[in-house]
């Protein structure tokens, strides 16, 4: 049920209201802390399908980079672009990891239409391996070192037979990376925050697999990713490794919970729970900022938060509900800060 002007409309009004639908601030929270000045900010954000309007004629049928599976007009609308814009701006990360992203091209592209001025003058952004055509991405304020993606690599073990007690379409053949997390390392400069050495992070920026009946593959990504960690913590056991993005679990799943048993740490560890960090319309909380313990002490106190952004009314089904004025995307962005001064 959405309110307005005092009354309570039923969902199956909602679509002759149009460009009229609104929604409460529930989820997030709408305050942004101010940090130190010695702190940077990192930020997690699904952007929820930012394609761009350019089609790509070698690109068609299920990886049409211009229309979705129903031959509407998949570019992400103008309005839901220049949302999800403001929510960057408004929480002012220097290092955000973006998910839903269609390109490169498409992100520099959102870039120049929105976020002169902000210093984002590295990016990056490469195939995963996914069919439908999104992939991860990093826009930062300081330079970008590395850049790593495994597209297709096996997670070892075939599909089950069973997918949801129902015959598994894919039963027996090899598991692979749904969506190769994209690795990349960050280097703040020497000064750049008071700090006397460059600081390096390296980010698993994650999309892991979606849908209930699917957790054995979620577990299975999740396994080959702390493979991944164990070999940046082998070749430097004091590497500041920051795991984040959309996991499509919440923090009781099995999957989950296997990265905080690696010893990772969830940034709202030991904080209250509640709608304050939701991060997704369904009411759930499945997107992430996880670190290593060497960075435990660098994290800044209290200064993680999901920003607020407009979304549908909880409860409402996304498939008939109309989007409310602001809407950005079904998820919010997750953020925190950090003293990069390895301690």
């Given at each position: 049920m959405t309110?307005?002007?005092?009354?309570?409309?039923?969902?199956?009004?909602?679509?002759?209201?149009?460009?009229?639908?609104?929604?409460?601030?529930w989820?997030?929270?709408?305050e942004?802390?101010?940090?130190?000045?010695?702190?940077?900010?990192?930020?997690?954000?699904?952007?929820?399908?930012?394609?761009d309007?350019?089609?790509?004629?070698a690109l068609?049928?299920d990886?049409?980079?211009?229309?979705?599976?129903d031959?509407?007009?998949?570019?992400?609308p103008?309005?839901?672009?220049?949302?999800a814009?403001?929510?960057?701006?408004?929480?002012?990360?220097?290092?955000i990891?973006?998910?839903?992203v269609?390109?490169?091209?498409?992100?520099?592209?959102?870039?120049?239409?929105?976020?002169?001025?902000?210093?984002?003058?590295?990016?990056?952004?490469?195939?995963?391996?996914?069919?439908?055509g999104?992939?991860?991405?990093?826009?930062?304020?300081y330079?970008?070192?590395e850049?790593?993606?495994w597209?297709?690599?096996?997670?070892?073990?075939?599909?089950?037979?069973?997918?949801?007690?129902?015959?598994?379409?894919?039963?027996?053949?090899?598991?692979?990376?749904?969506r190769?997390?994209?690795?990349?390392?960050?280097?703040?400069?020497?000064?750049?925050?008071g700090?006397?050495?460059?600081y390096?992070?390296?980010?698993?920026?994650v999309?892991?697999?979606?849908?209930r009946?699917?957790?054995?593959?979620?577990e299975?990504?999740t396994?080959k990713?702390?493979?991944l960690?164990e070999?940046?913590?082998?070749?430097?056991?004091?590497?500041?490794?920051?795991?984040?993005g959309d996991?499509?679990?919440?923090?009781?799943?099995?999957?989950?919970?296997?990265y905080?048993?690696?010893?990772?740490?969830w940034i709202f560890?030991?904080?209250?729970l509640?709608n304050s960090?939701?991060t997704?319309?369904?009411?759930?909380?499945?997107?992430?900022?996880?670190?290593?313990?060497?960075?435990r002490?660098e994290?800044v106190?209290?200064?993680?938060?999901?920003?607020s952004?407009?979304l549908r009314?909880?409860?409402?089904?996304?498939?008939?509900?109309p989007?409310?004025d602001g809407?950005?995307?079904?998820?919010?962005?997750?953020?925190?800060?950090i003293?990069?001064v390895?301690?």
């Open positions: 309110r307005f002007h005092g009354l309570i409309i039923s969902t199956g009004l909602l679509a002759l209201l149009g460009a009229c639908v609104v929604a409460d601030d989820a997030g929270t709408s942004t802390p101010e940090r130190s000045p010695e702190a940077i900010r990192i930020a997690s954000y699904n952007m929820l399908n930012l394609f309007d350019v089609d790509d004629p068609e049928g990886v049409d980079d211009c229309h979705s599976y031959k509407t007009v998949r570019a992400k103008s309005a839901q672009s220049a949302a814009a403001q929510a960057i701006r408004t929480i002012d990360a220097d290092v990891g973006l998910q839903e269609e390109s490169y091209d498409a992100l520099v592209k959102f870039r120049e239409a929105h976020l002169q001025g902000m210093g984002y003058e590295y990016v990056a952004s490469v195939d995963v391996g996914y069919s439908r999104v992939e991860q991405s990093v826009l930062s304020r330079p970008i070192t850049i790593r993606v597209p297709g690599a096996s997670l070892g073990g075939v599909h089950p037979e069973l997918w949801n007690g129902r015959p598994n379409r894919d039963a027996g053949e090899p598991l692979l990376w749904r190769s997390p994209l690795m990349v390392k960050v280097e703040v400069p020497a000064g750049a925050k700090n006397e050495e460059a390096e992070l390296t980010l698993f920026v999309h892991h697999k979606s849908g009946g699917n957790e054995y593959w979620r299975a990504e396994r990713v702390l493979e960690i070999e940046q913590h082998g070749a430097d056991p004091e590497a500041n490794v920051v795991v984040m996991f499509n679990a919440q923090i009781s799943d099995t999957s989950t919970r296997m905080l048993e690696s010893g990772m740490r560890d030991g904080a209250a509640g960090t939701v997704h319309e369904s009411g759930r909380t499945i997107d992430f900022i996880l670190t290593s313990p060497t960075m002490k994290i106190e209290d200064s993680m938060f999901v920003q952004v407009p009314a909880r409860g409402a089904d996304w498939r008939t509900t989007t409310p809407y950005a995307s079904d998820h919010l962005p997750v953020v925190v800060d003293v990069p390895n301690k």
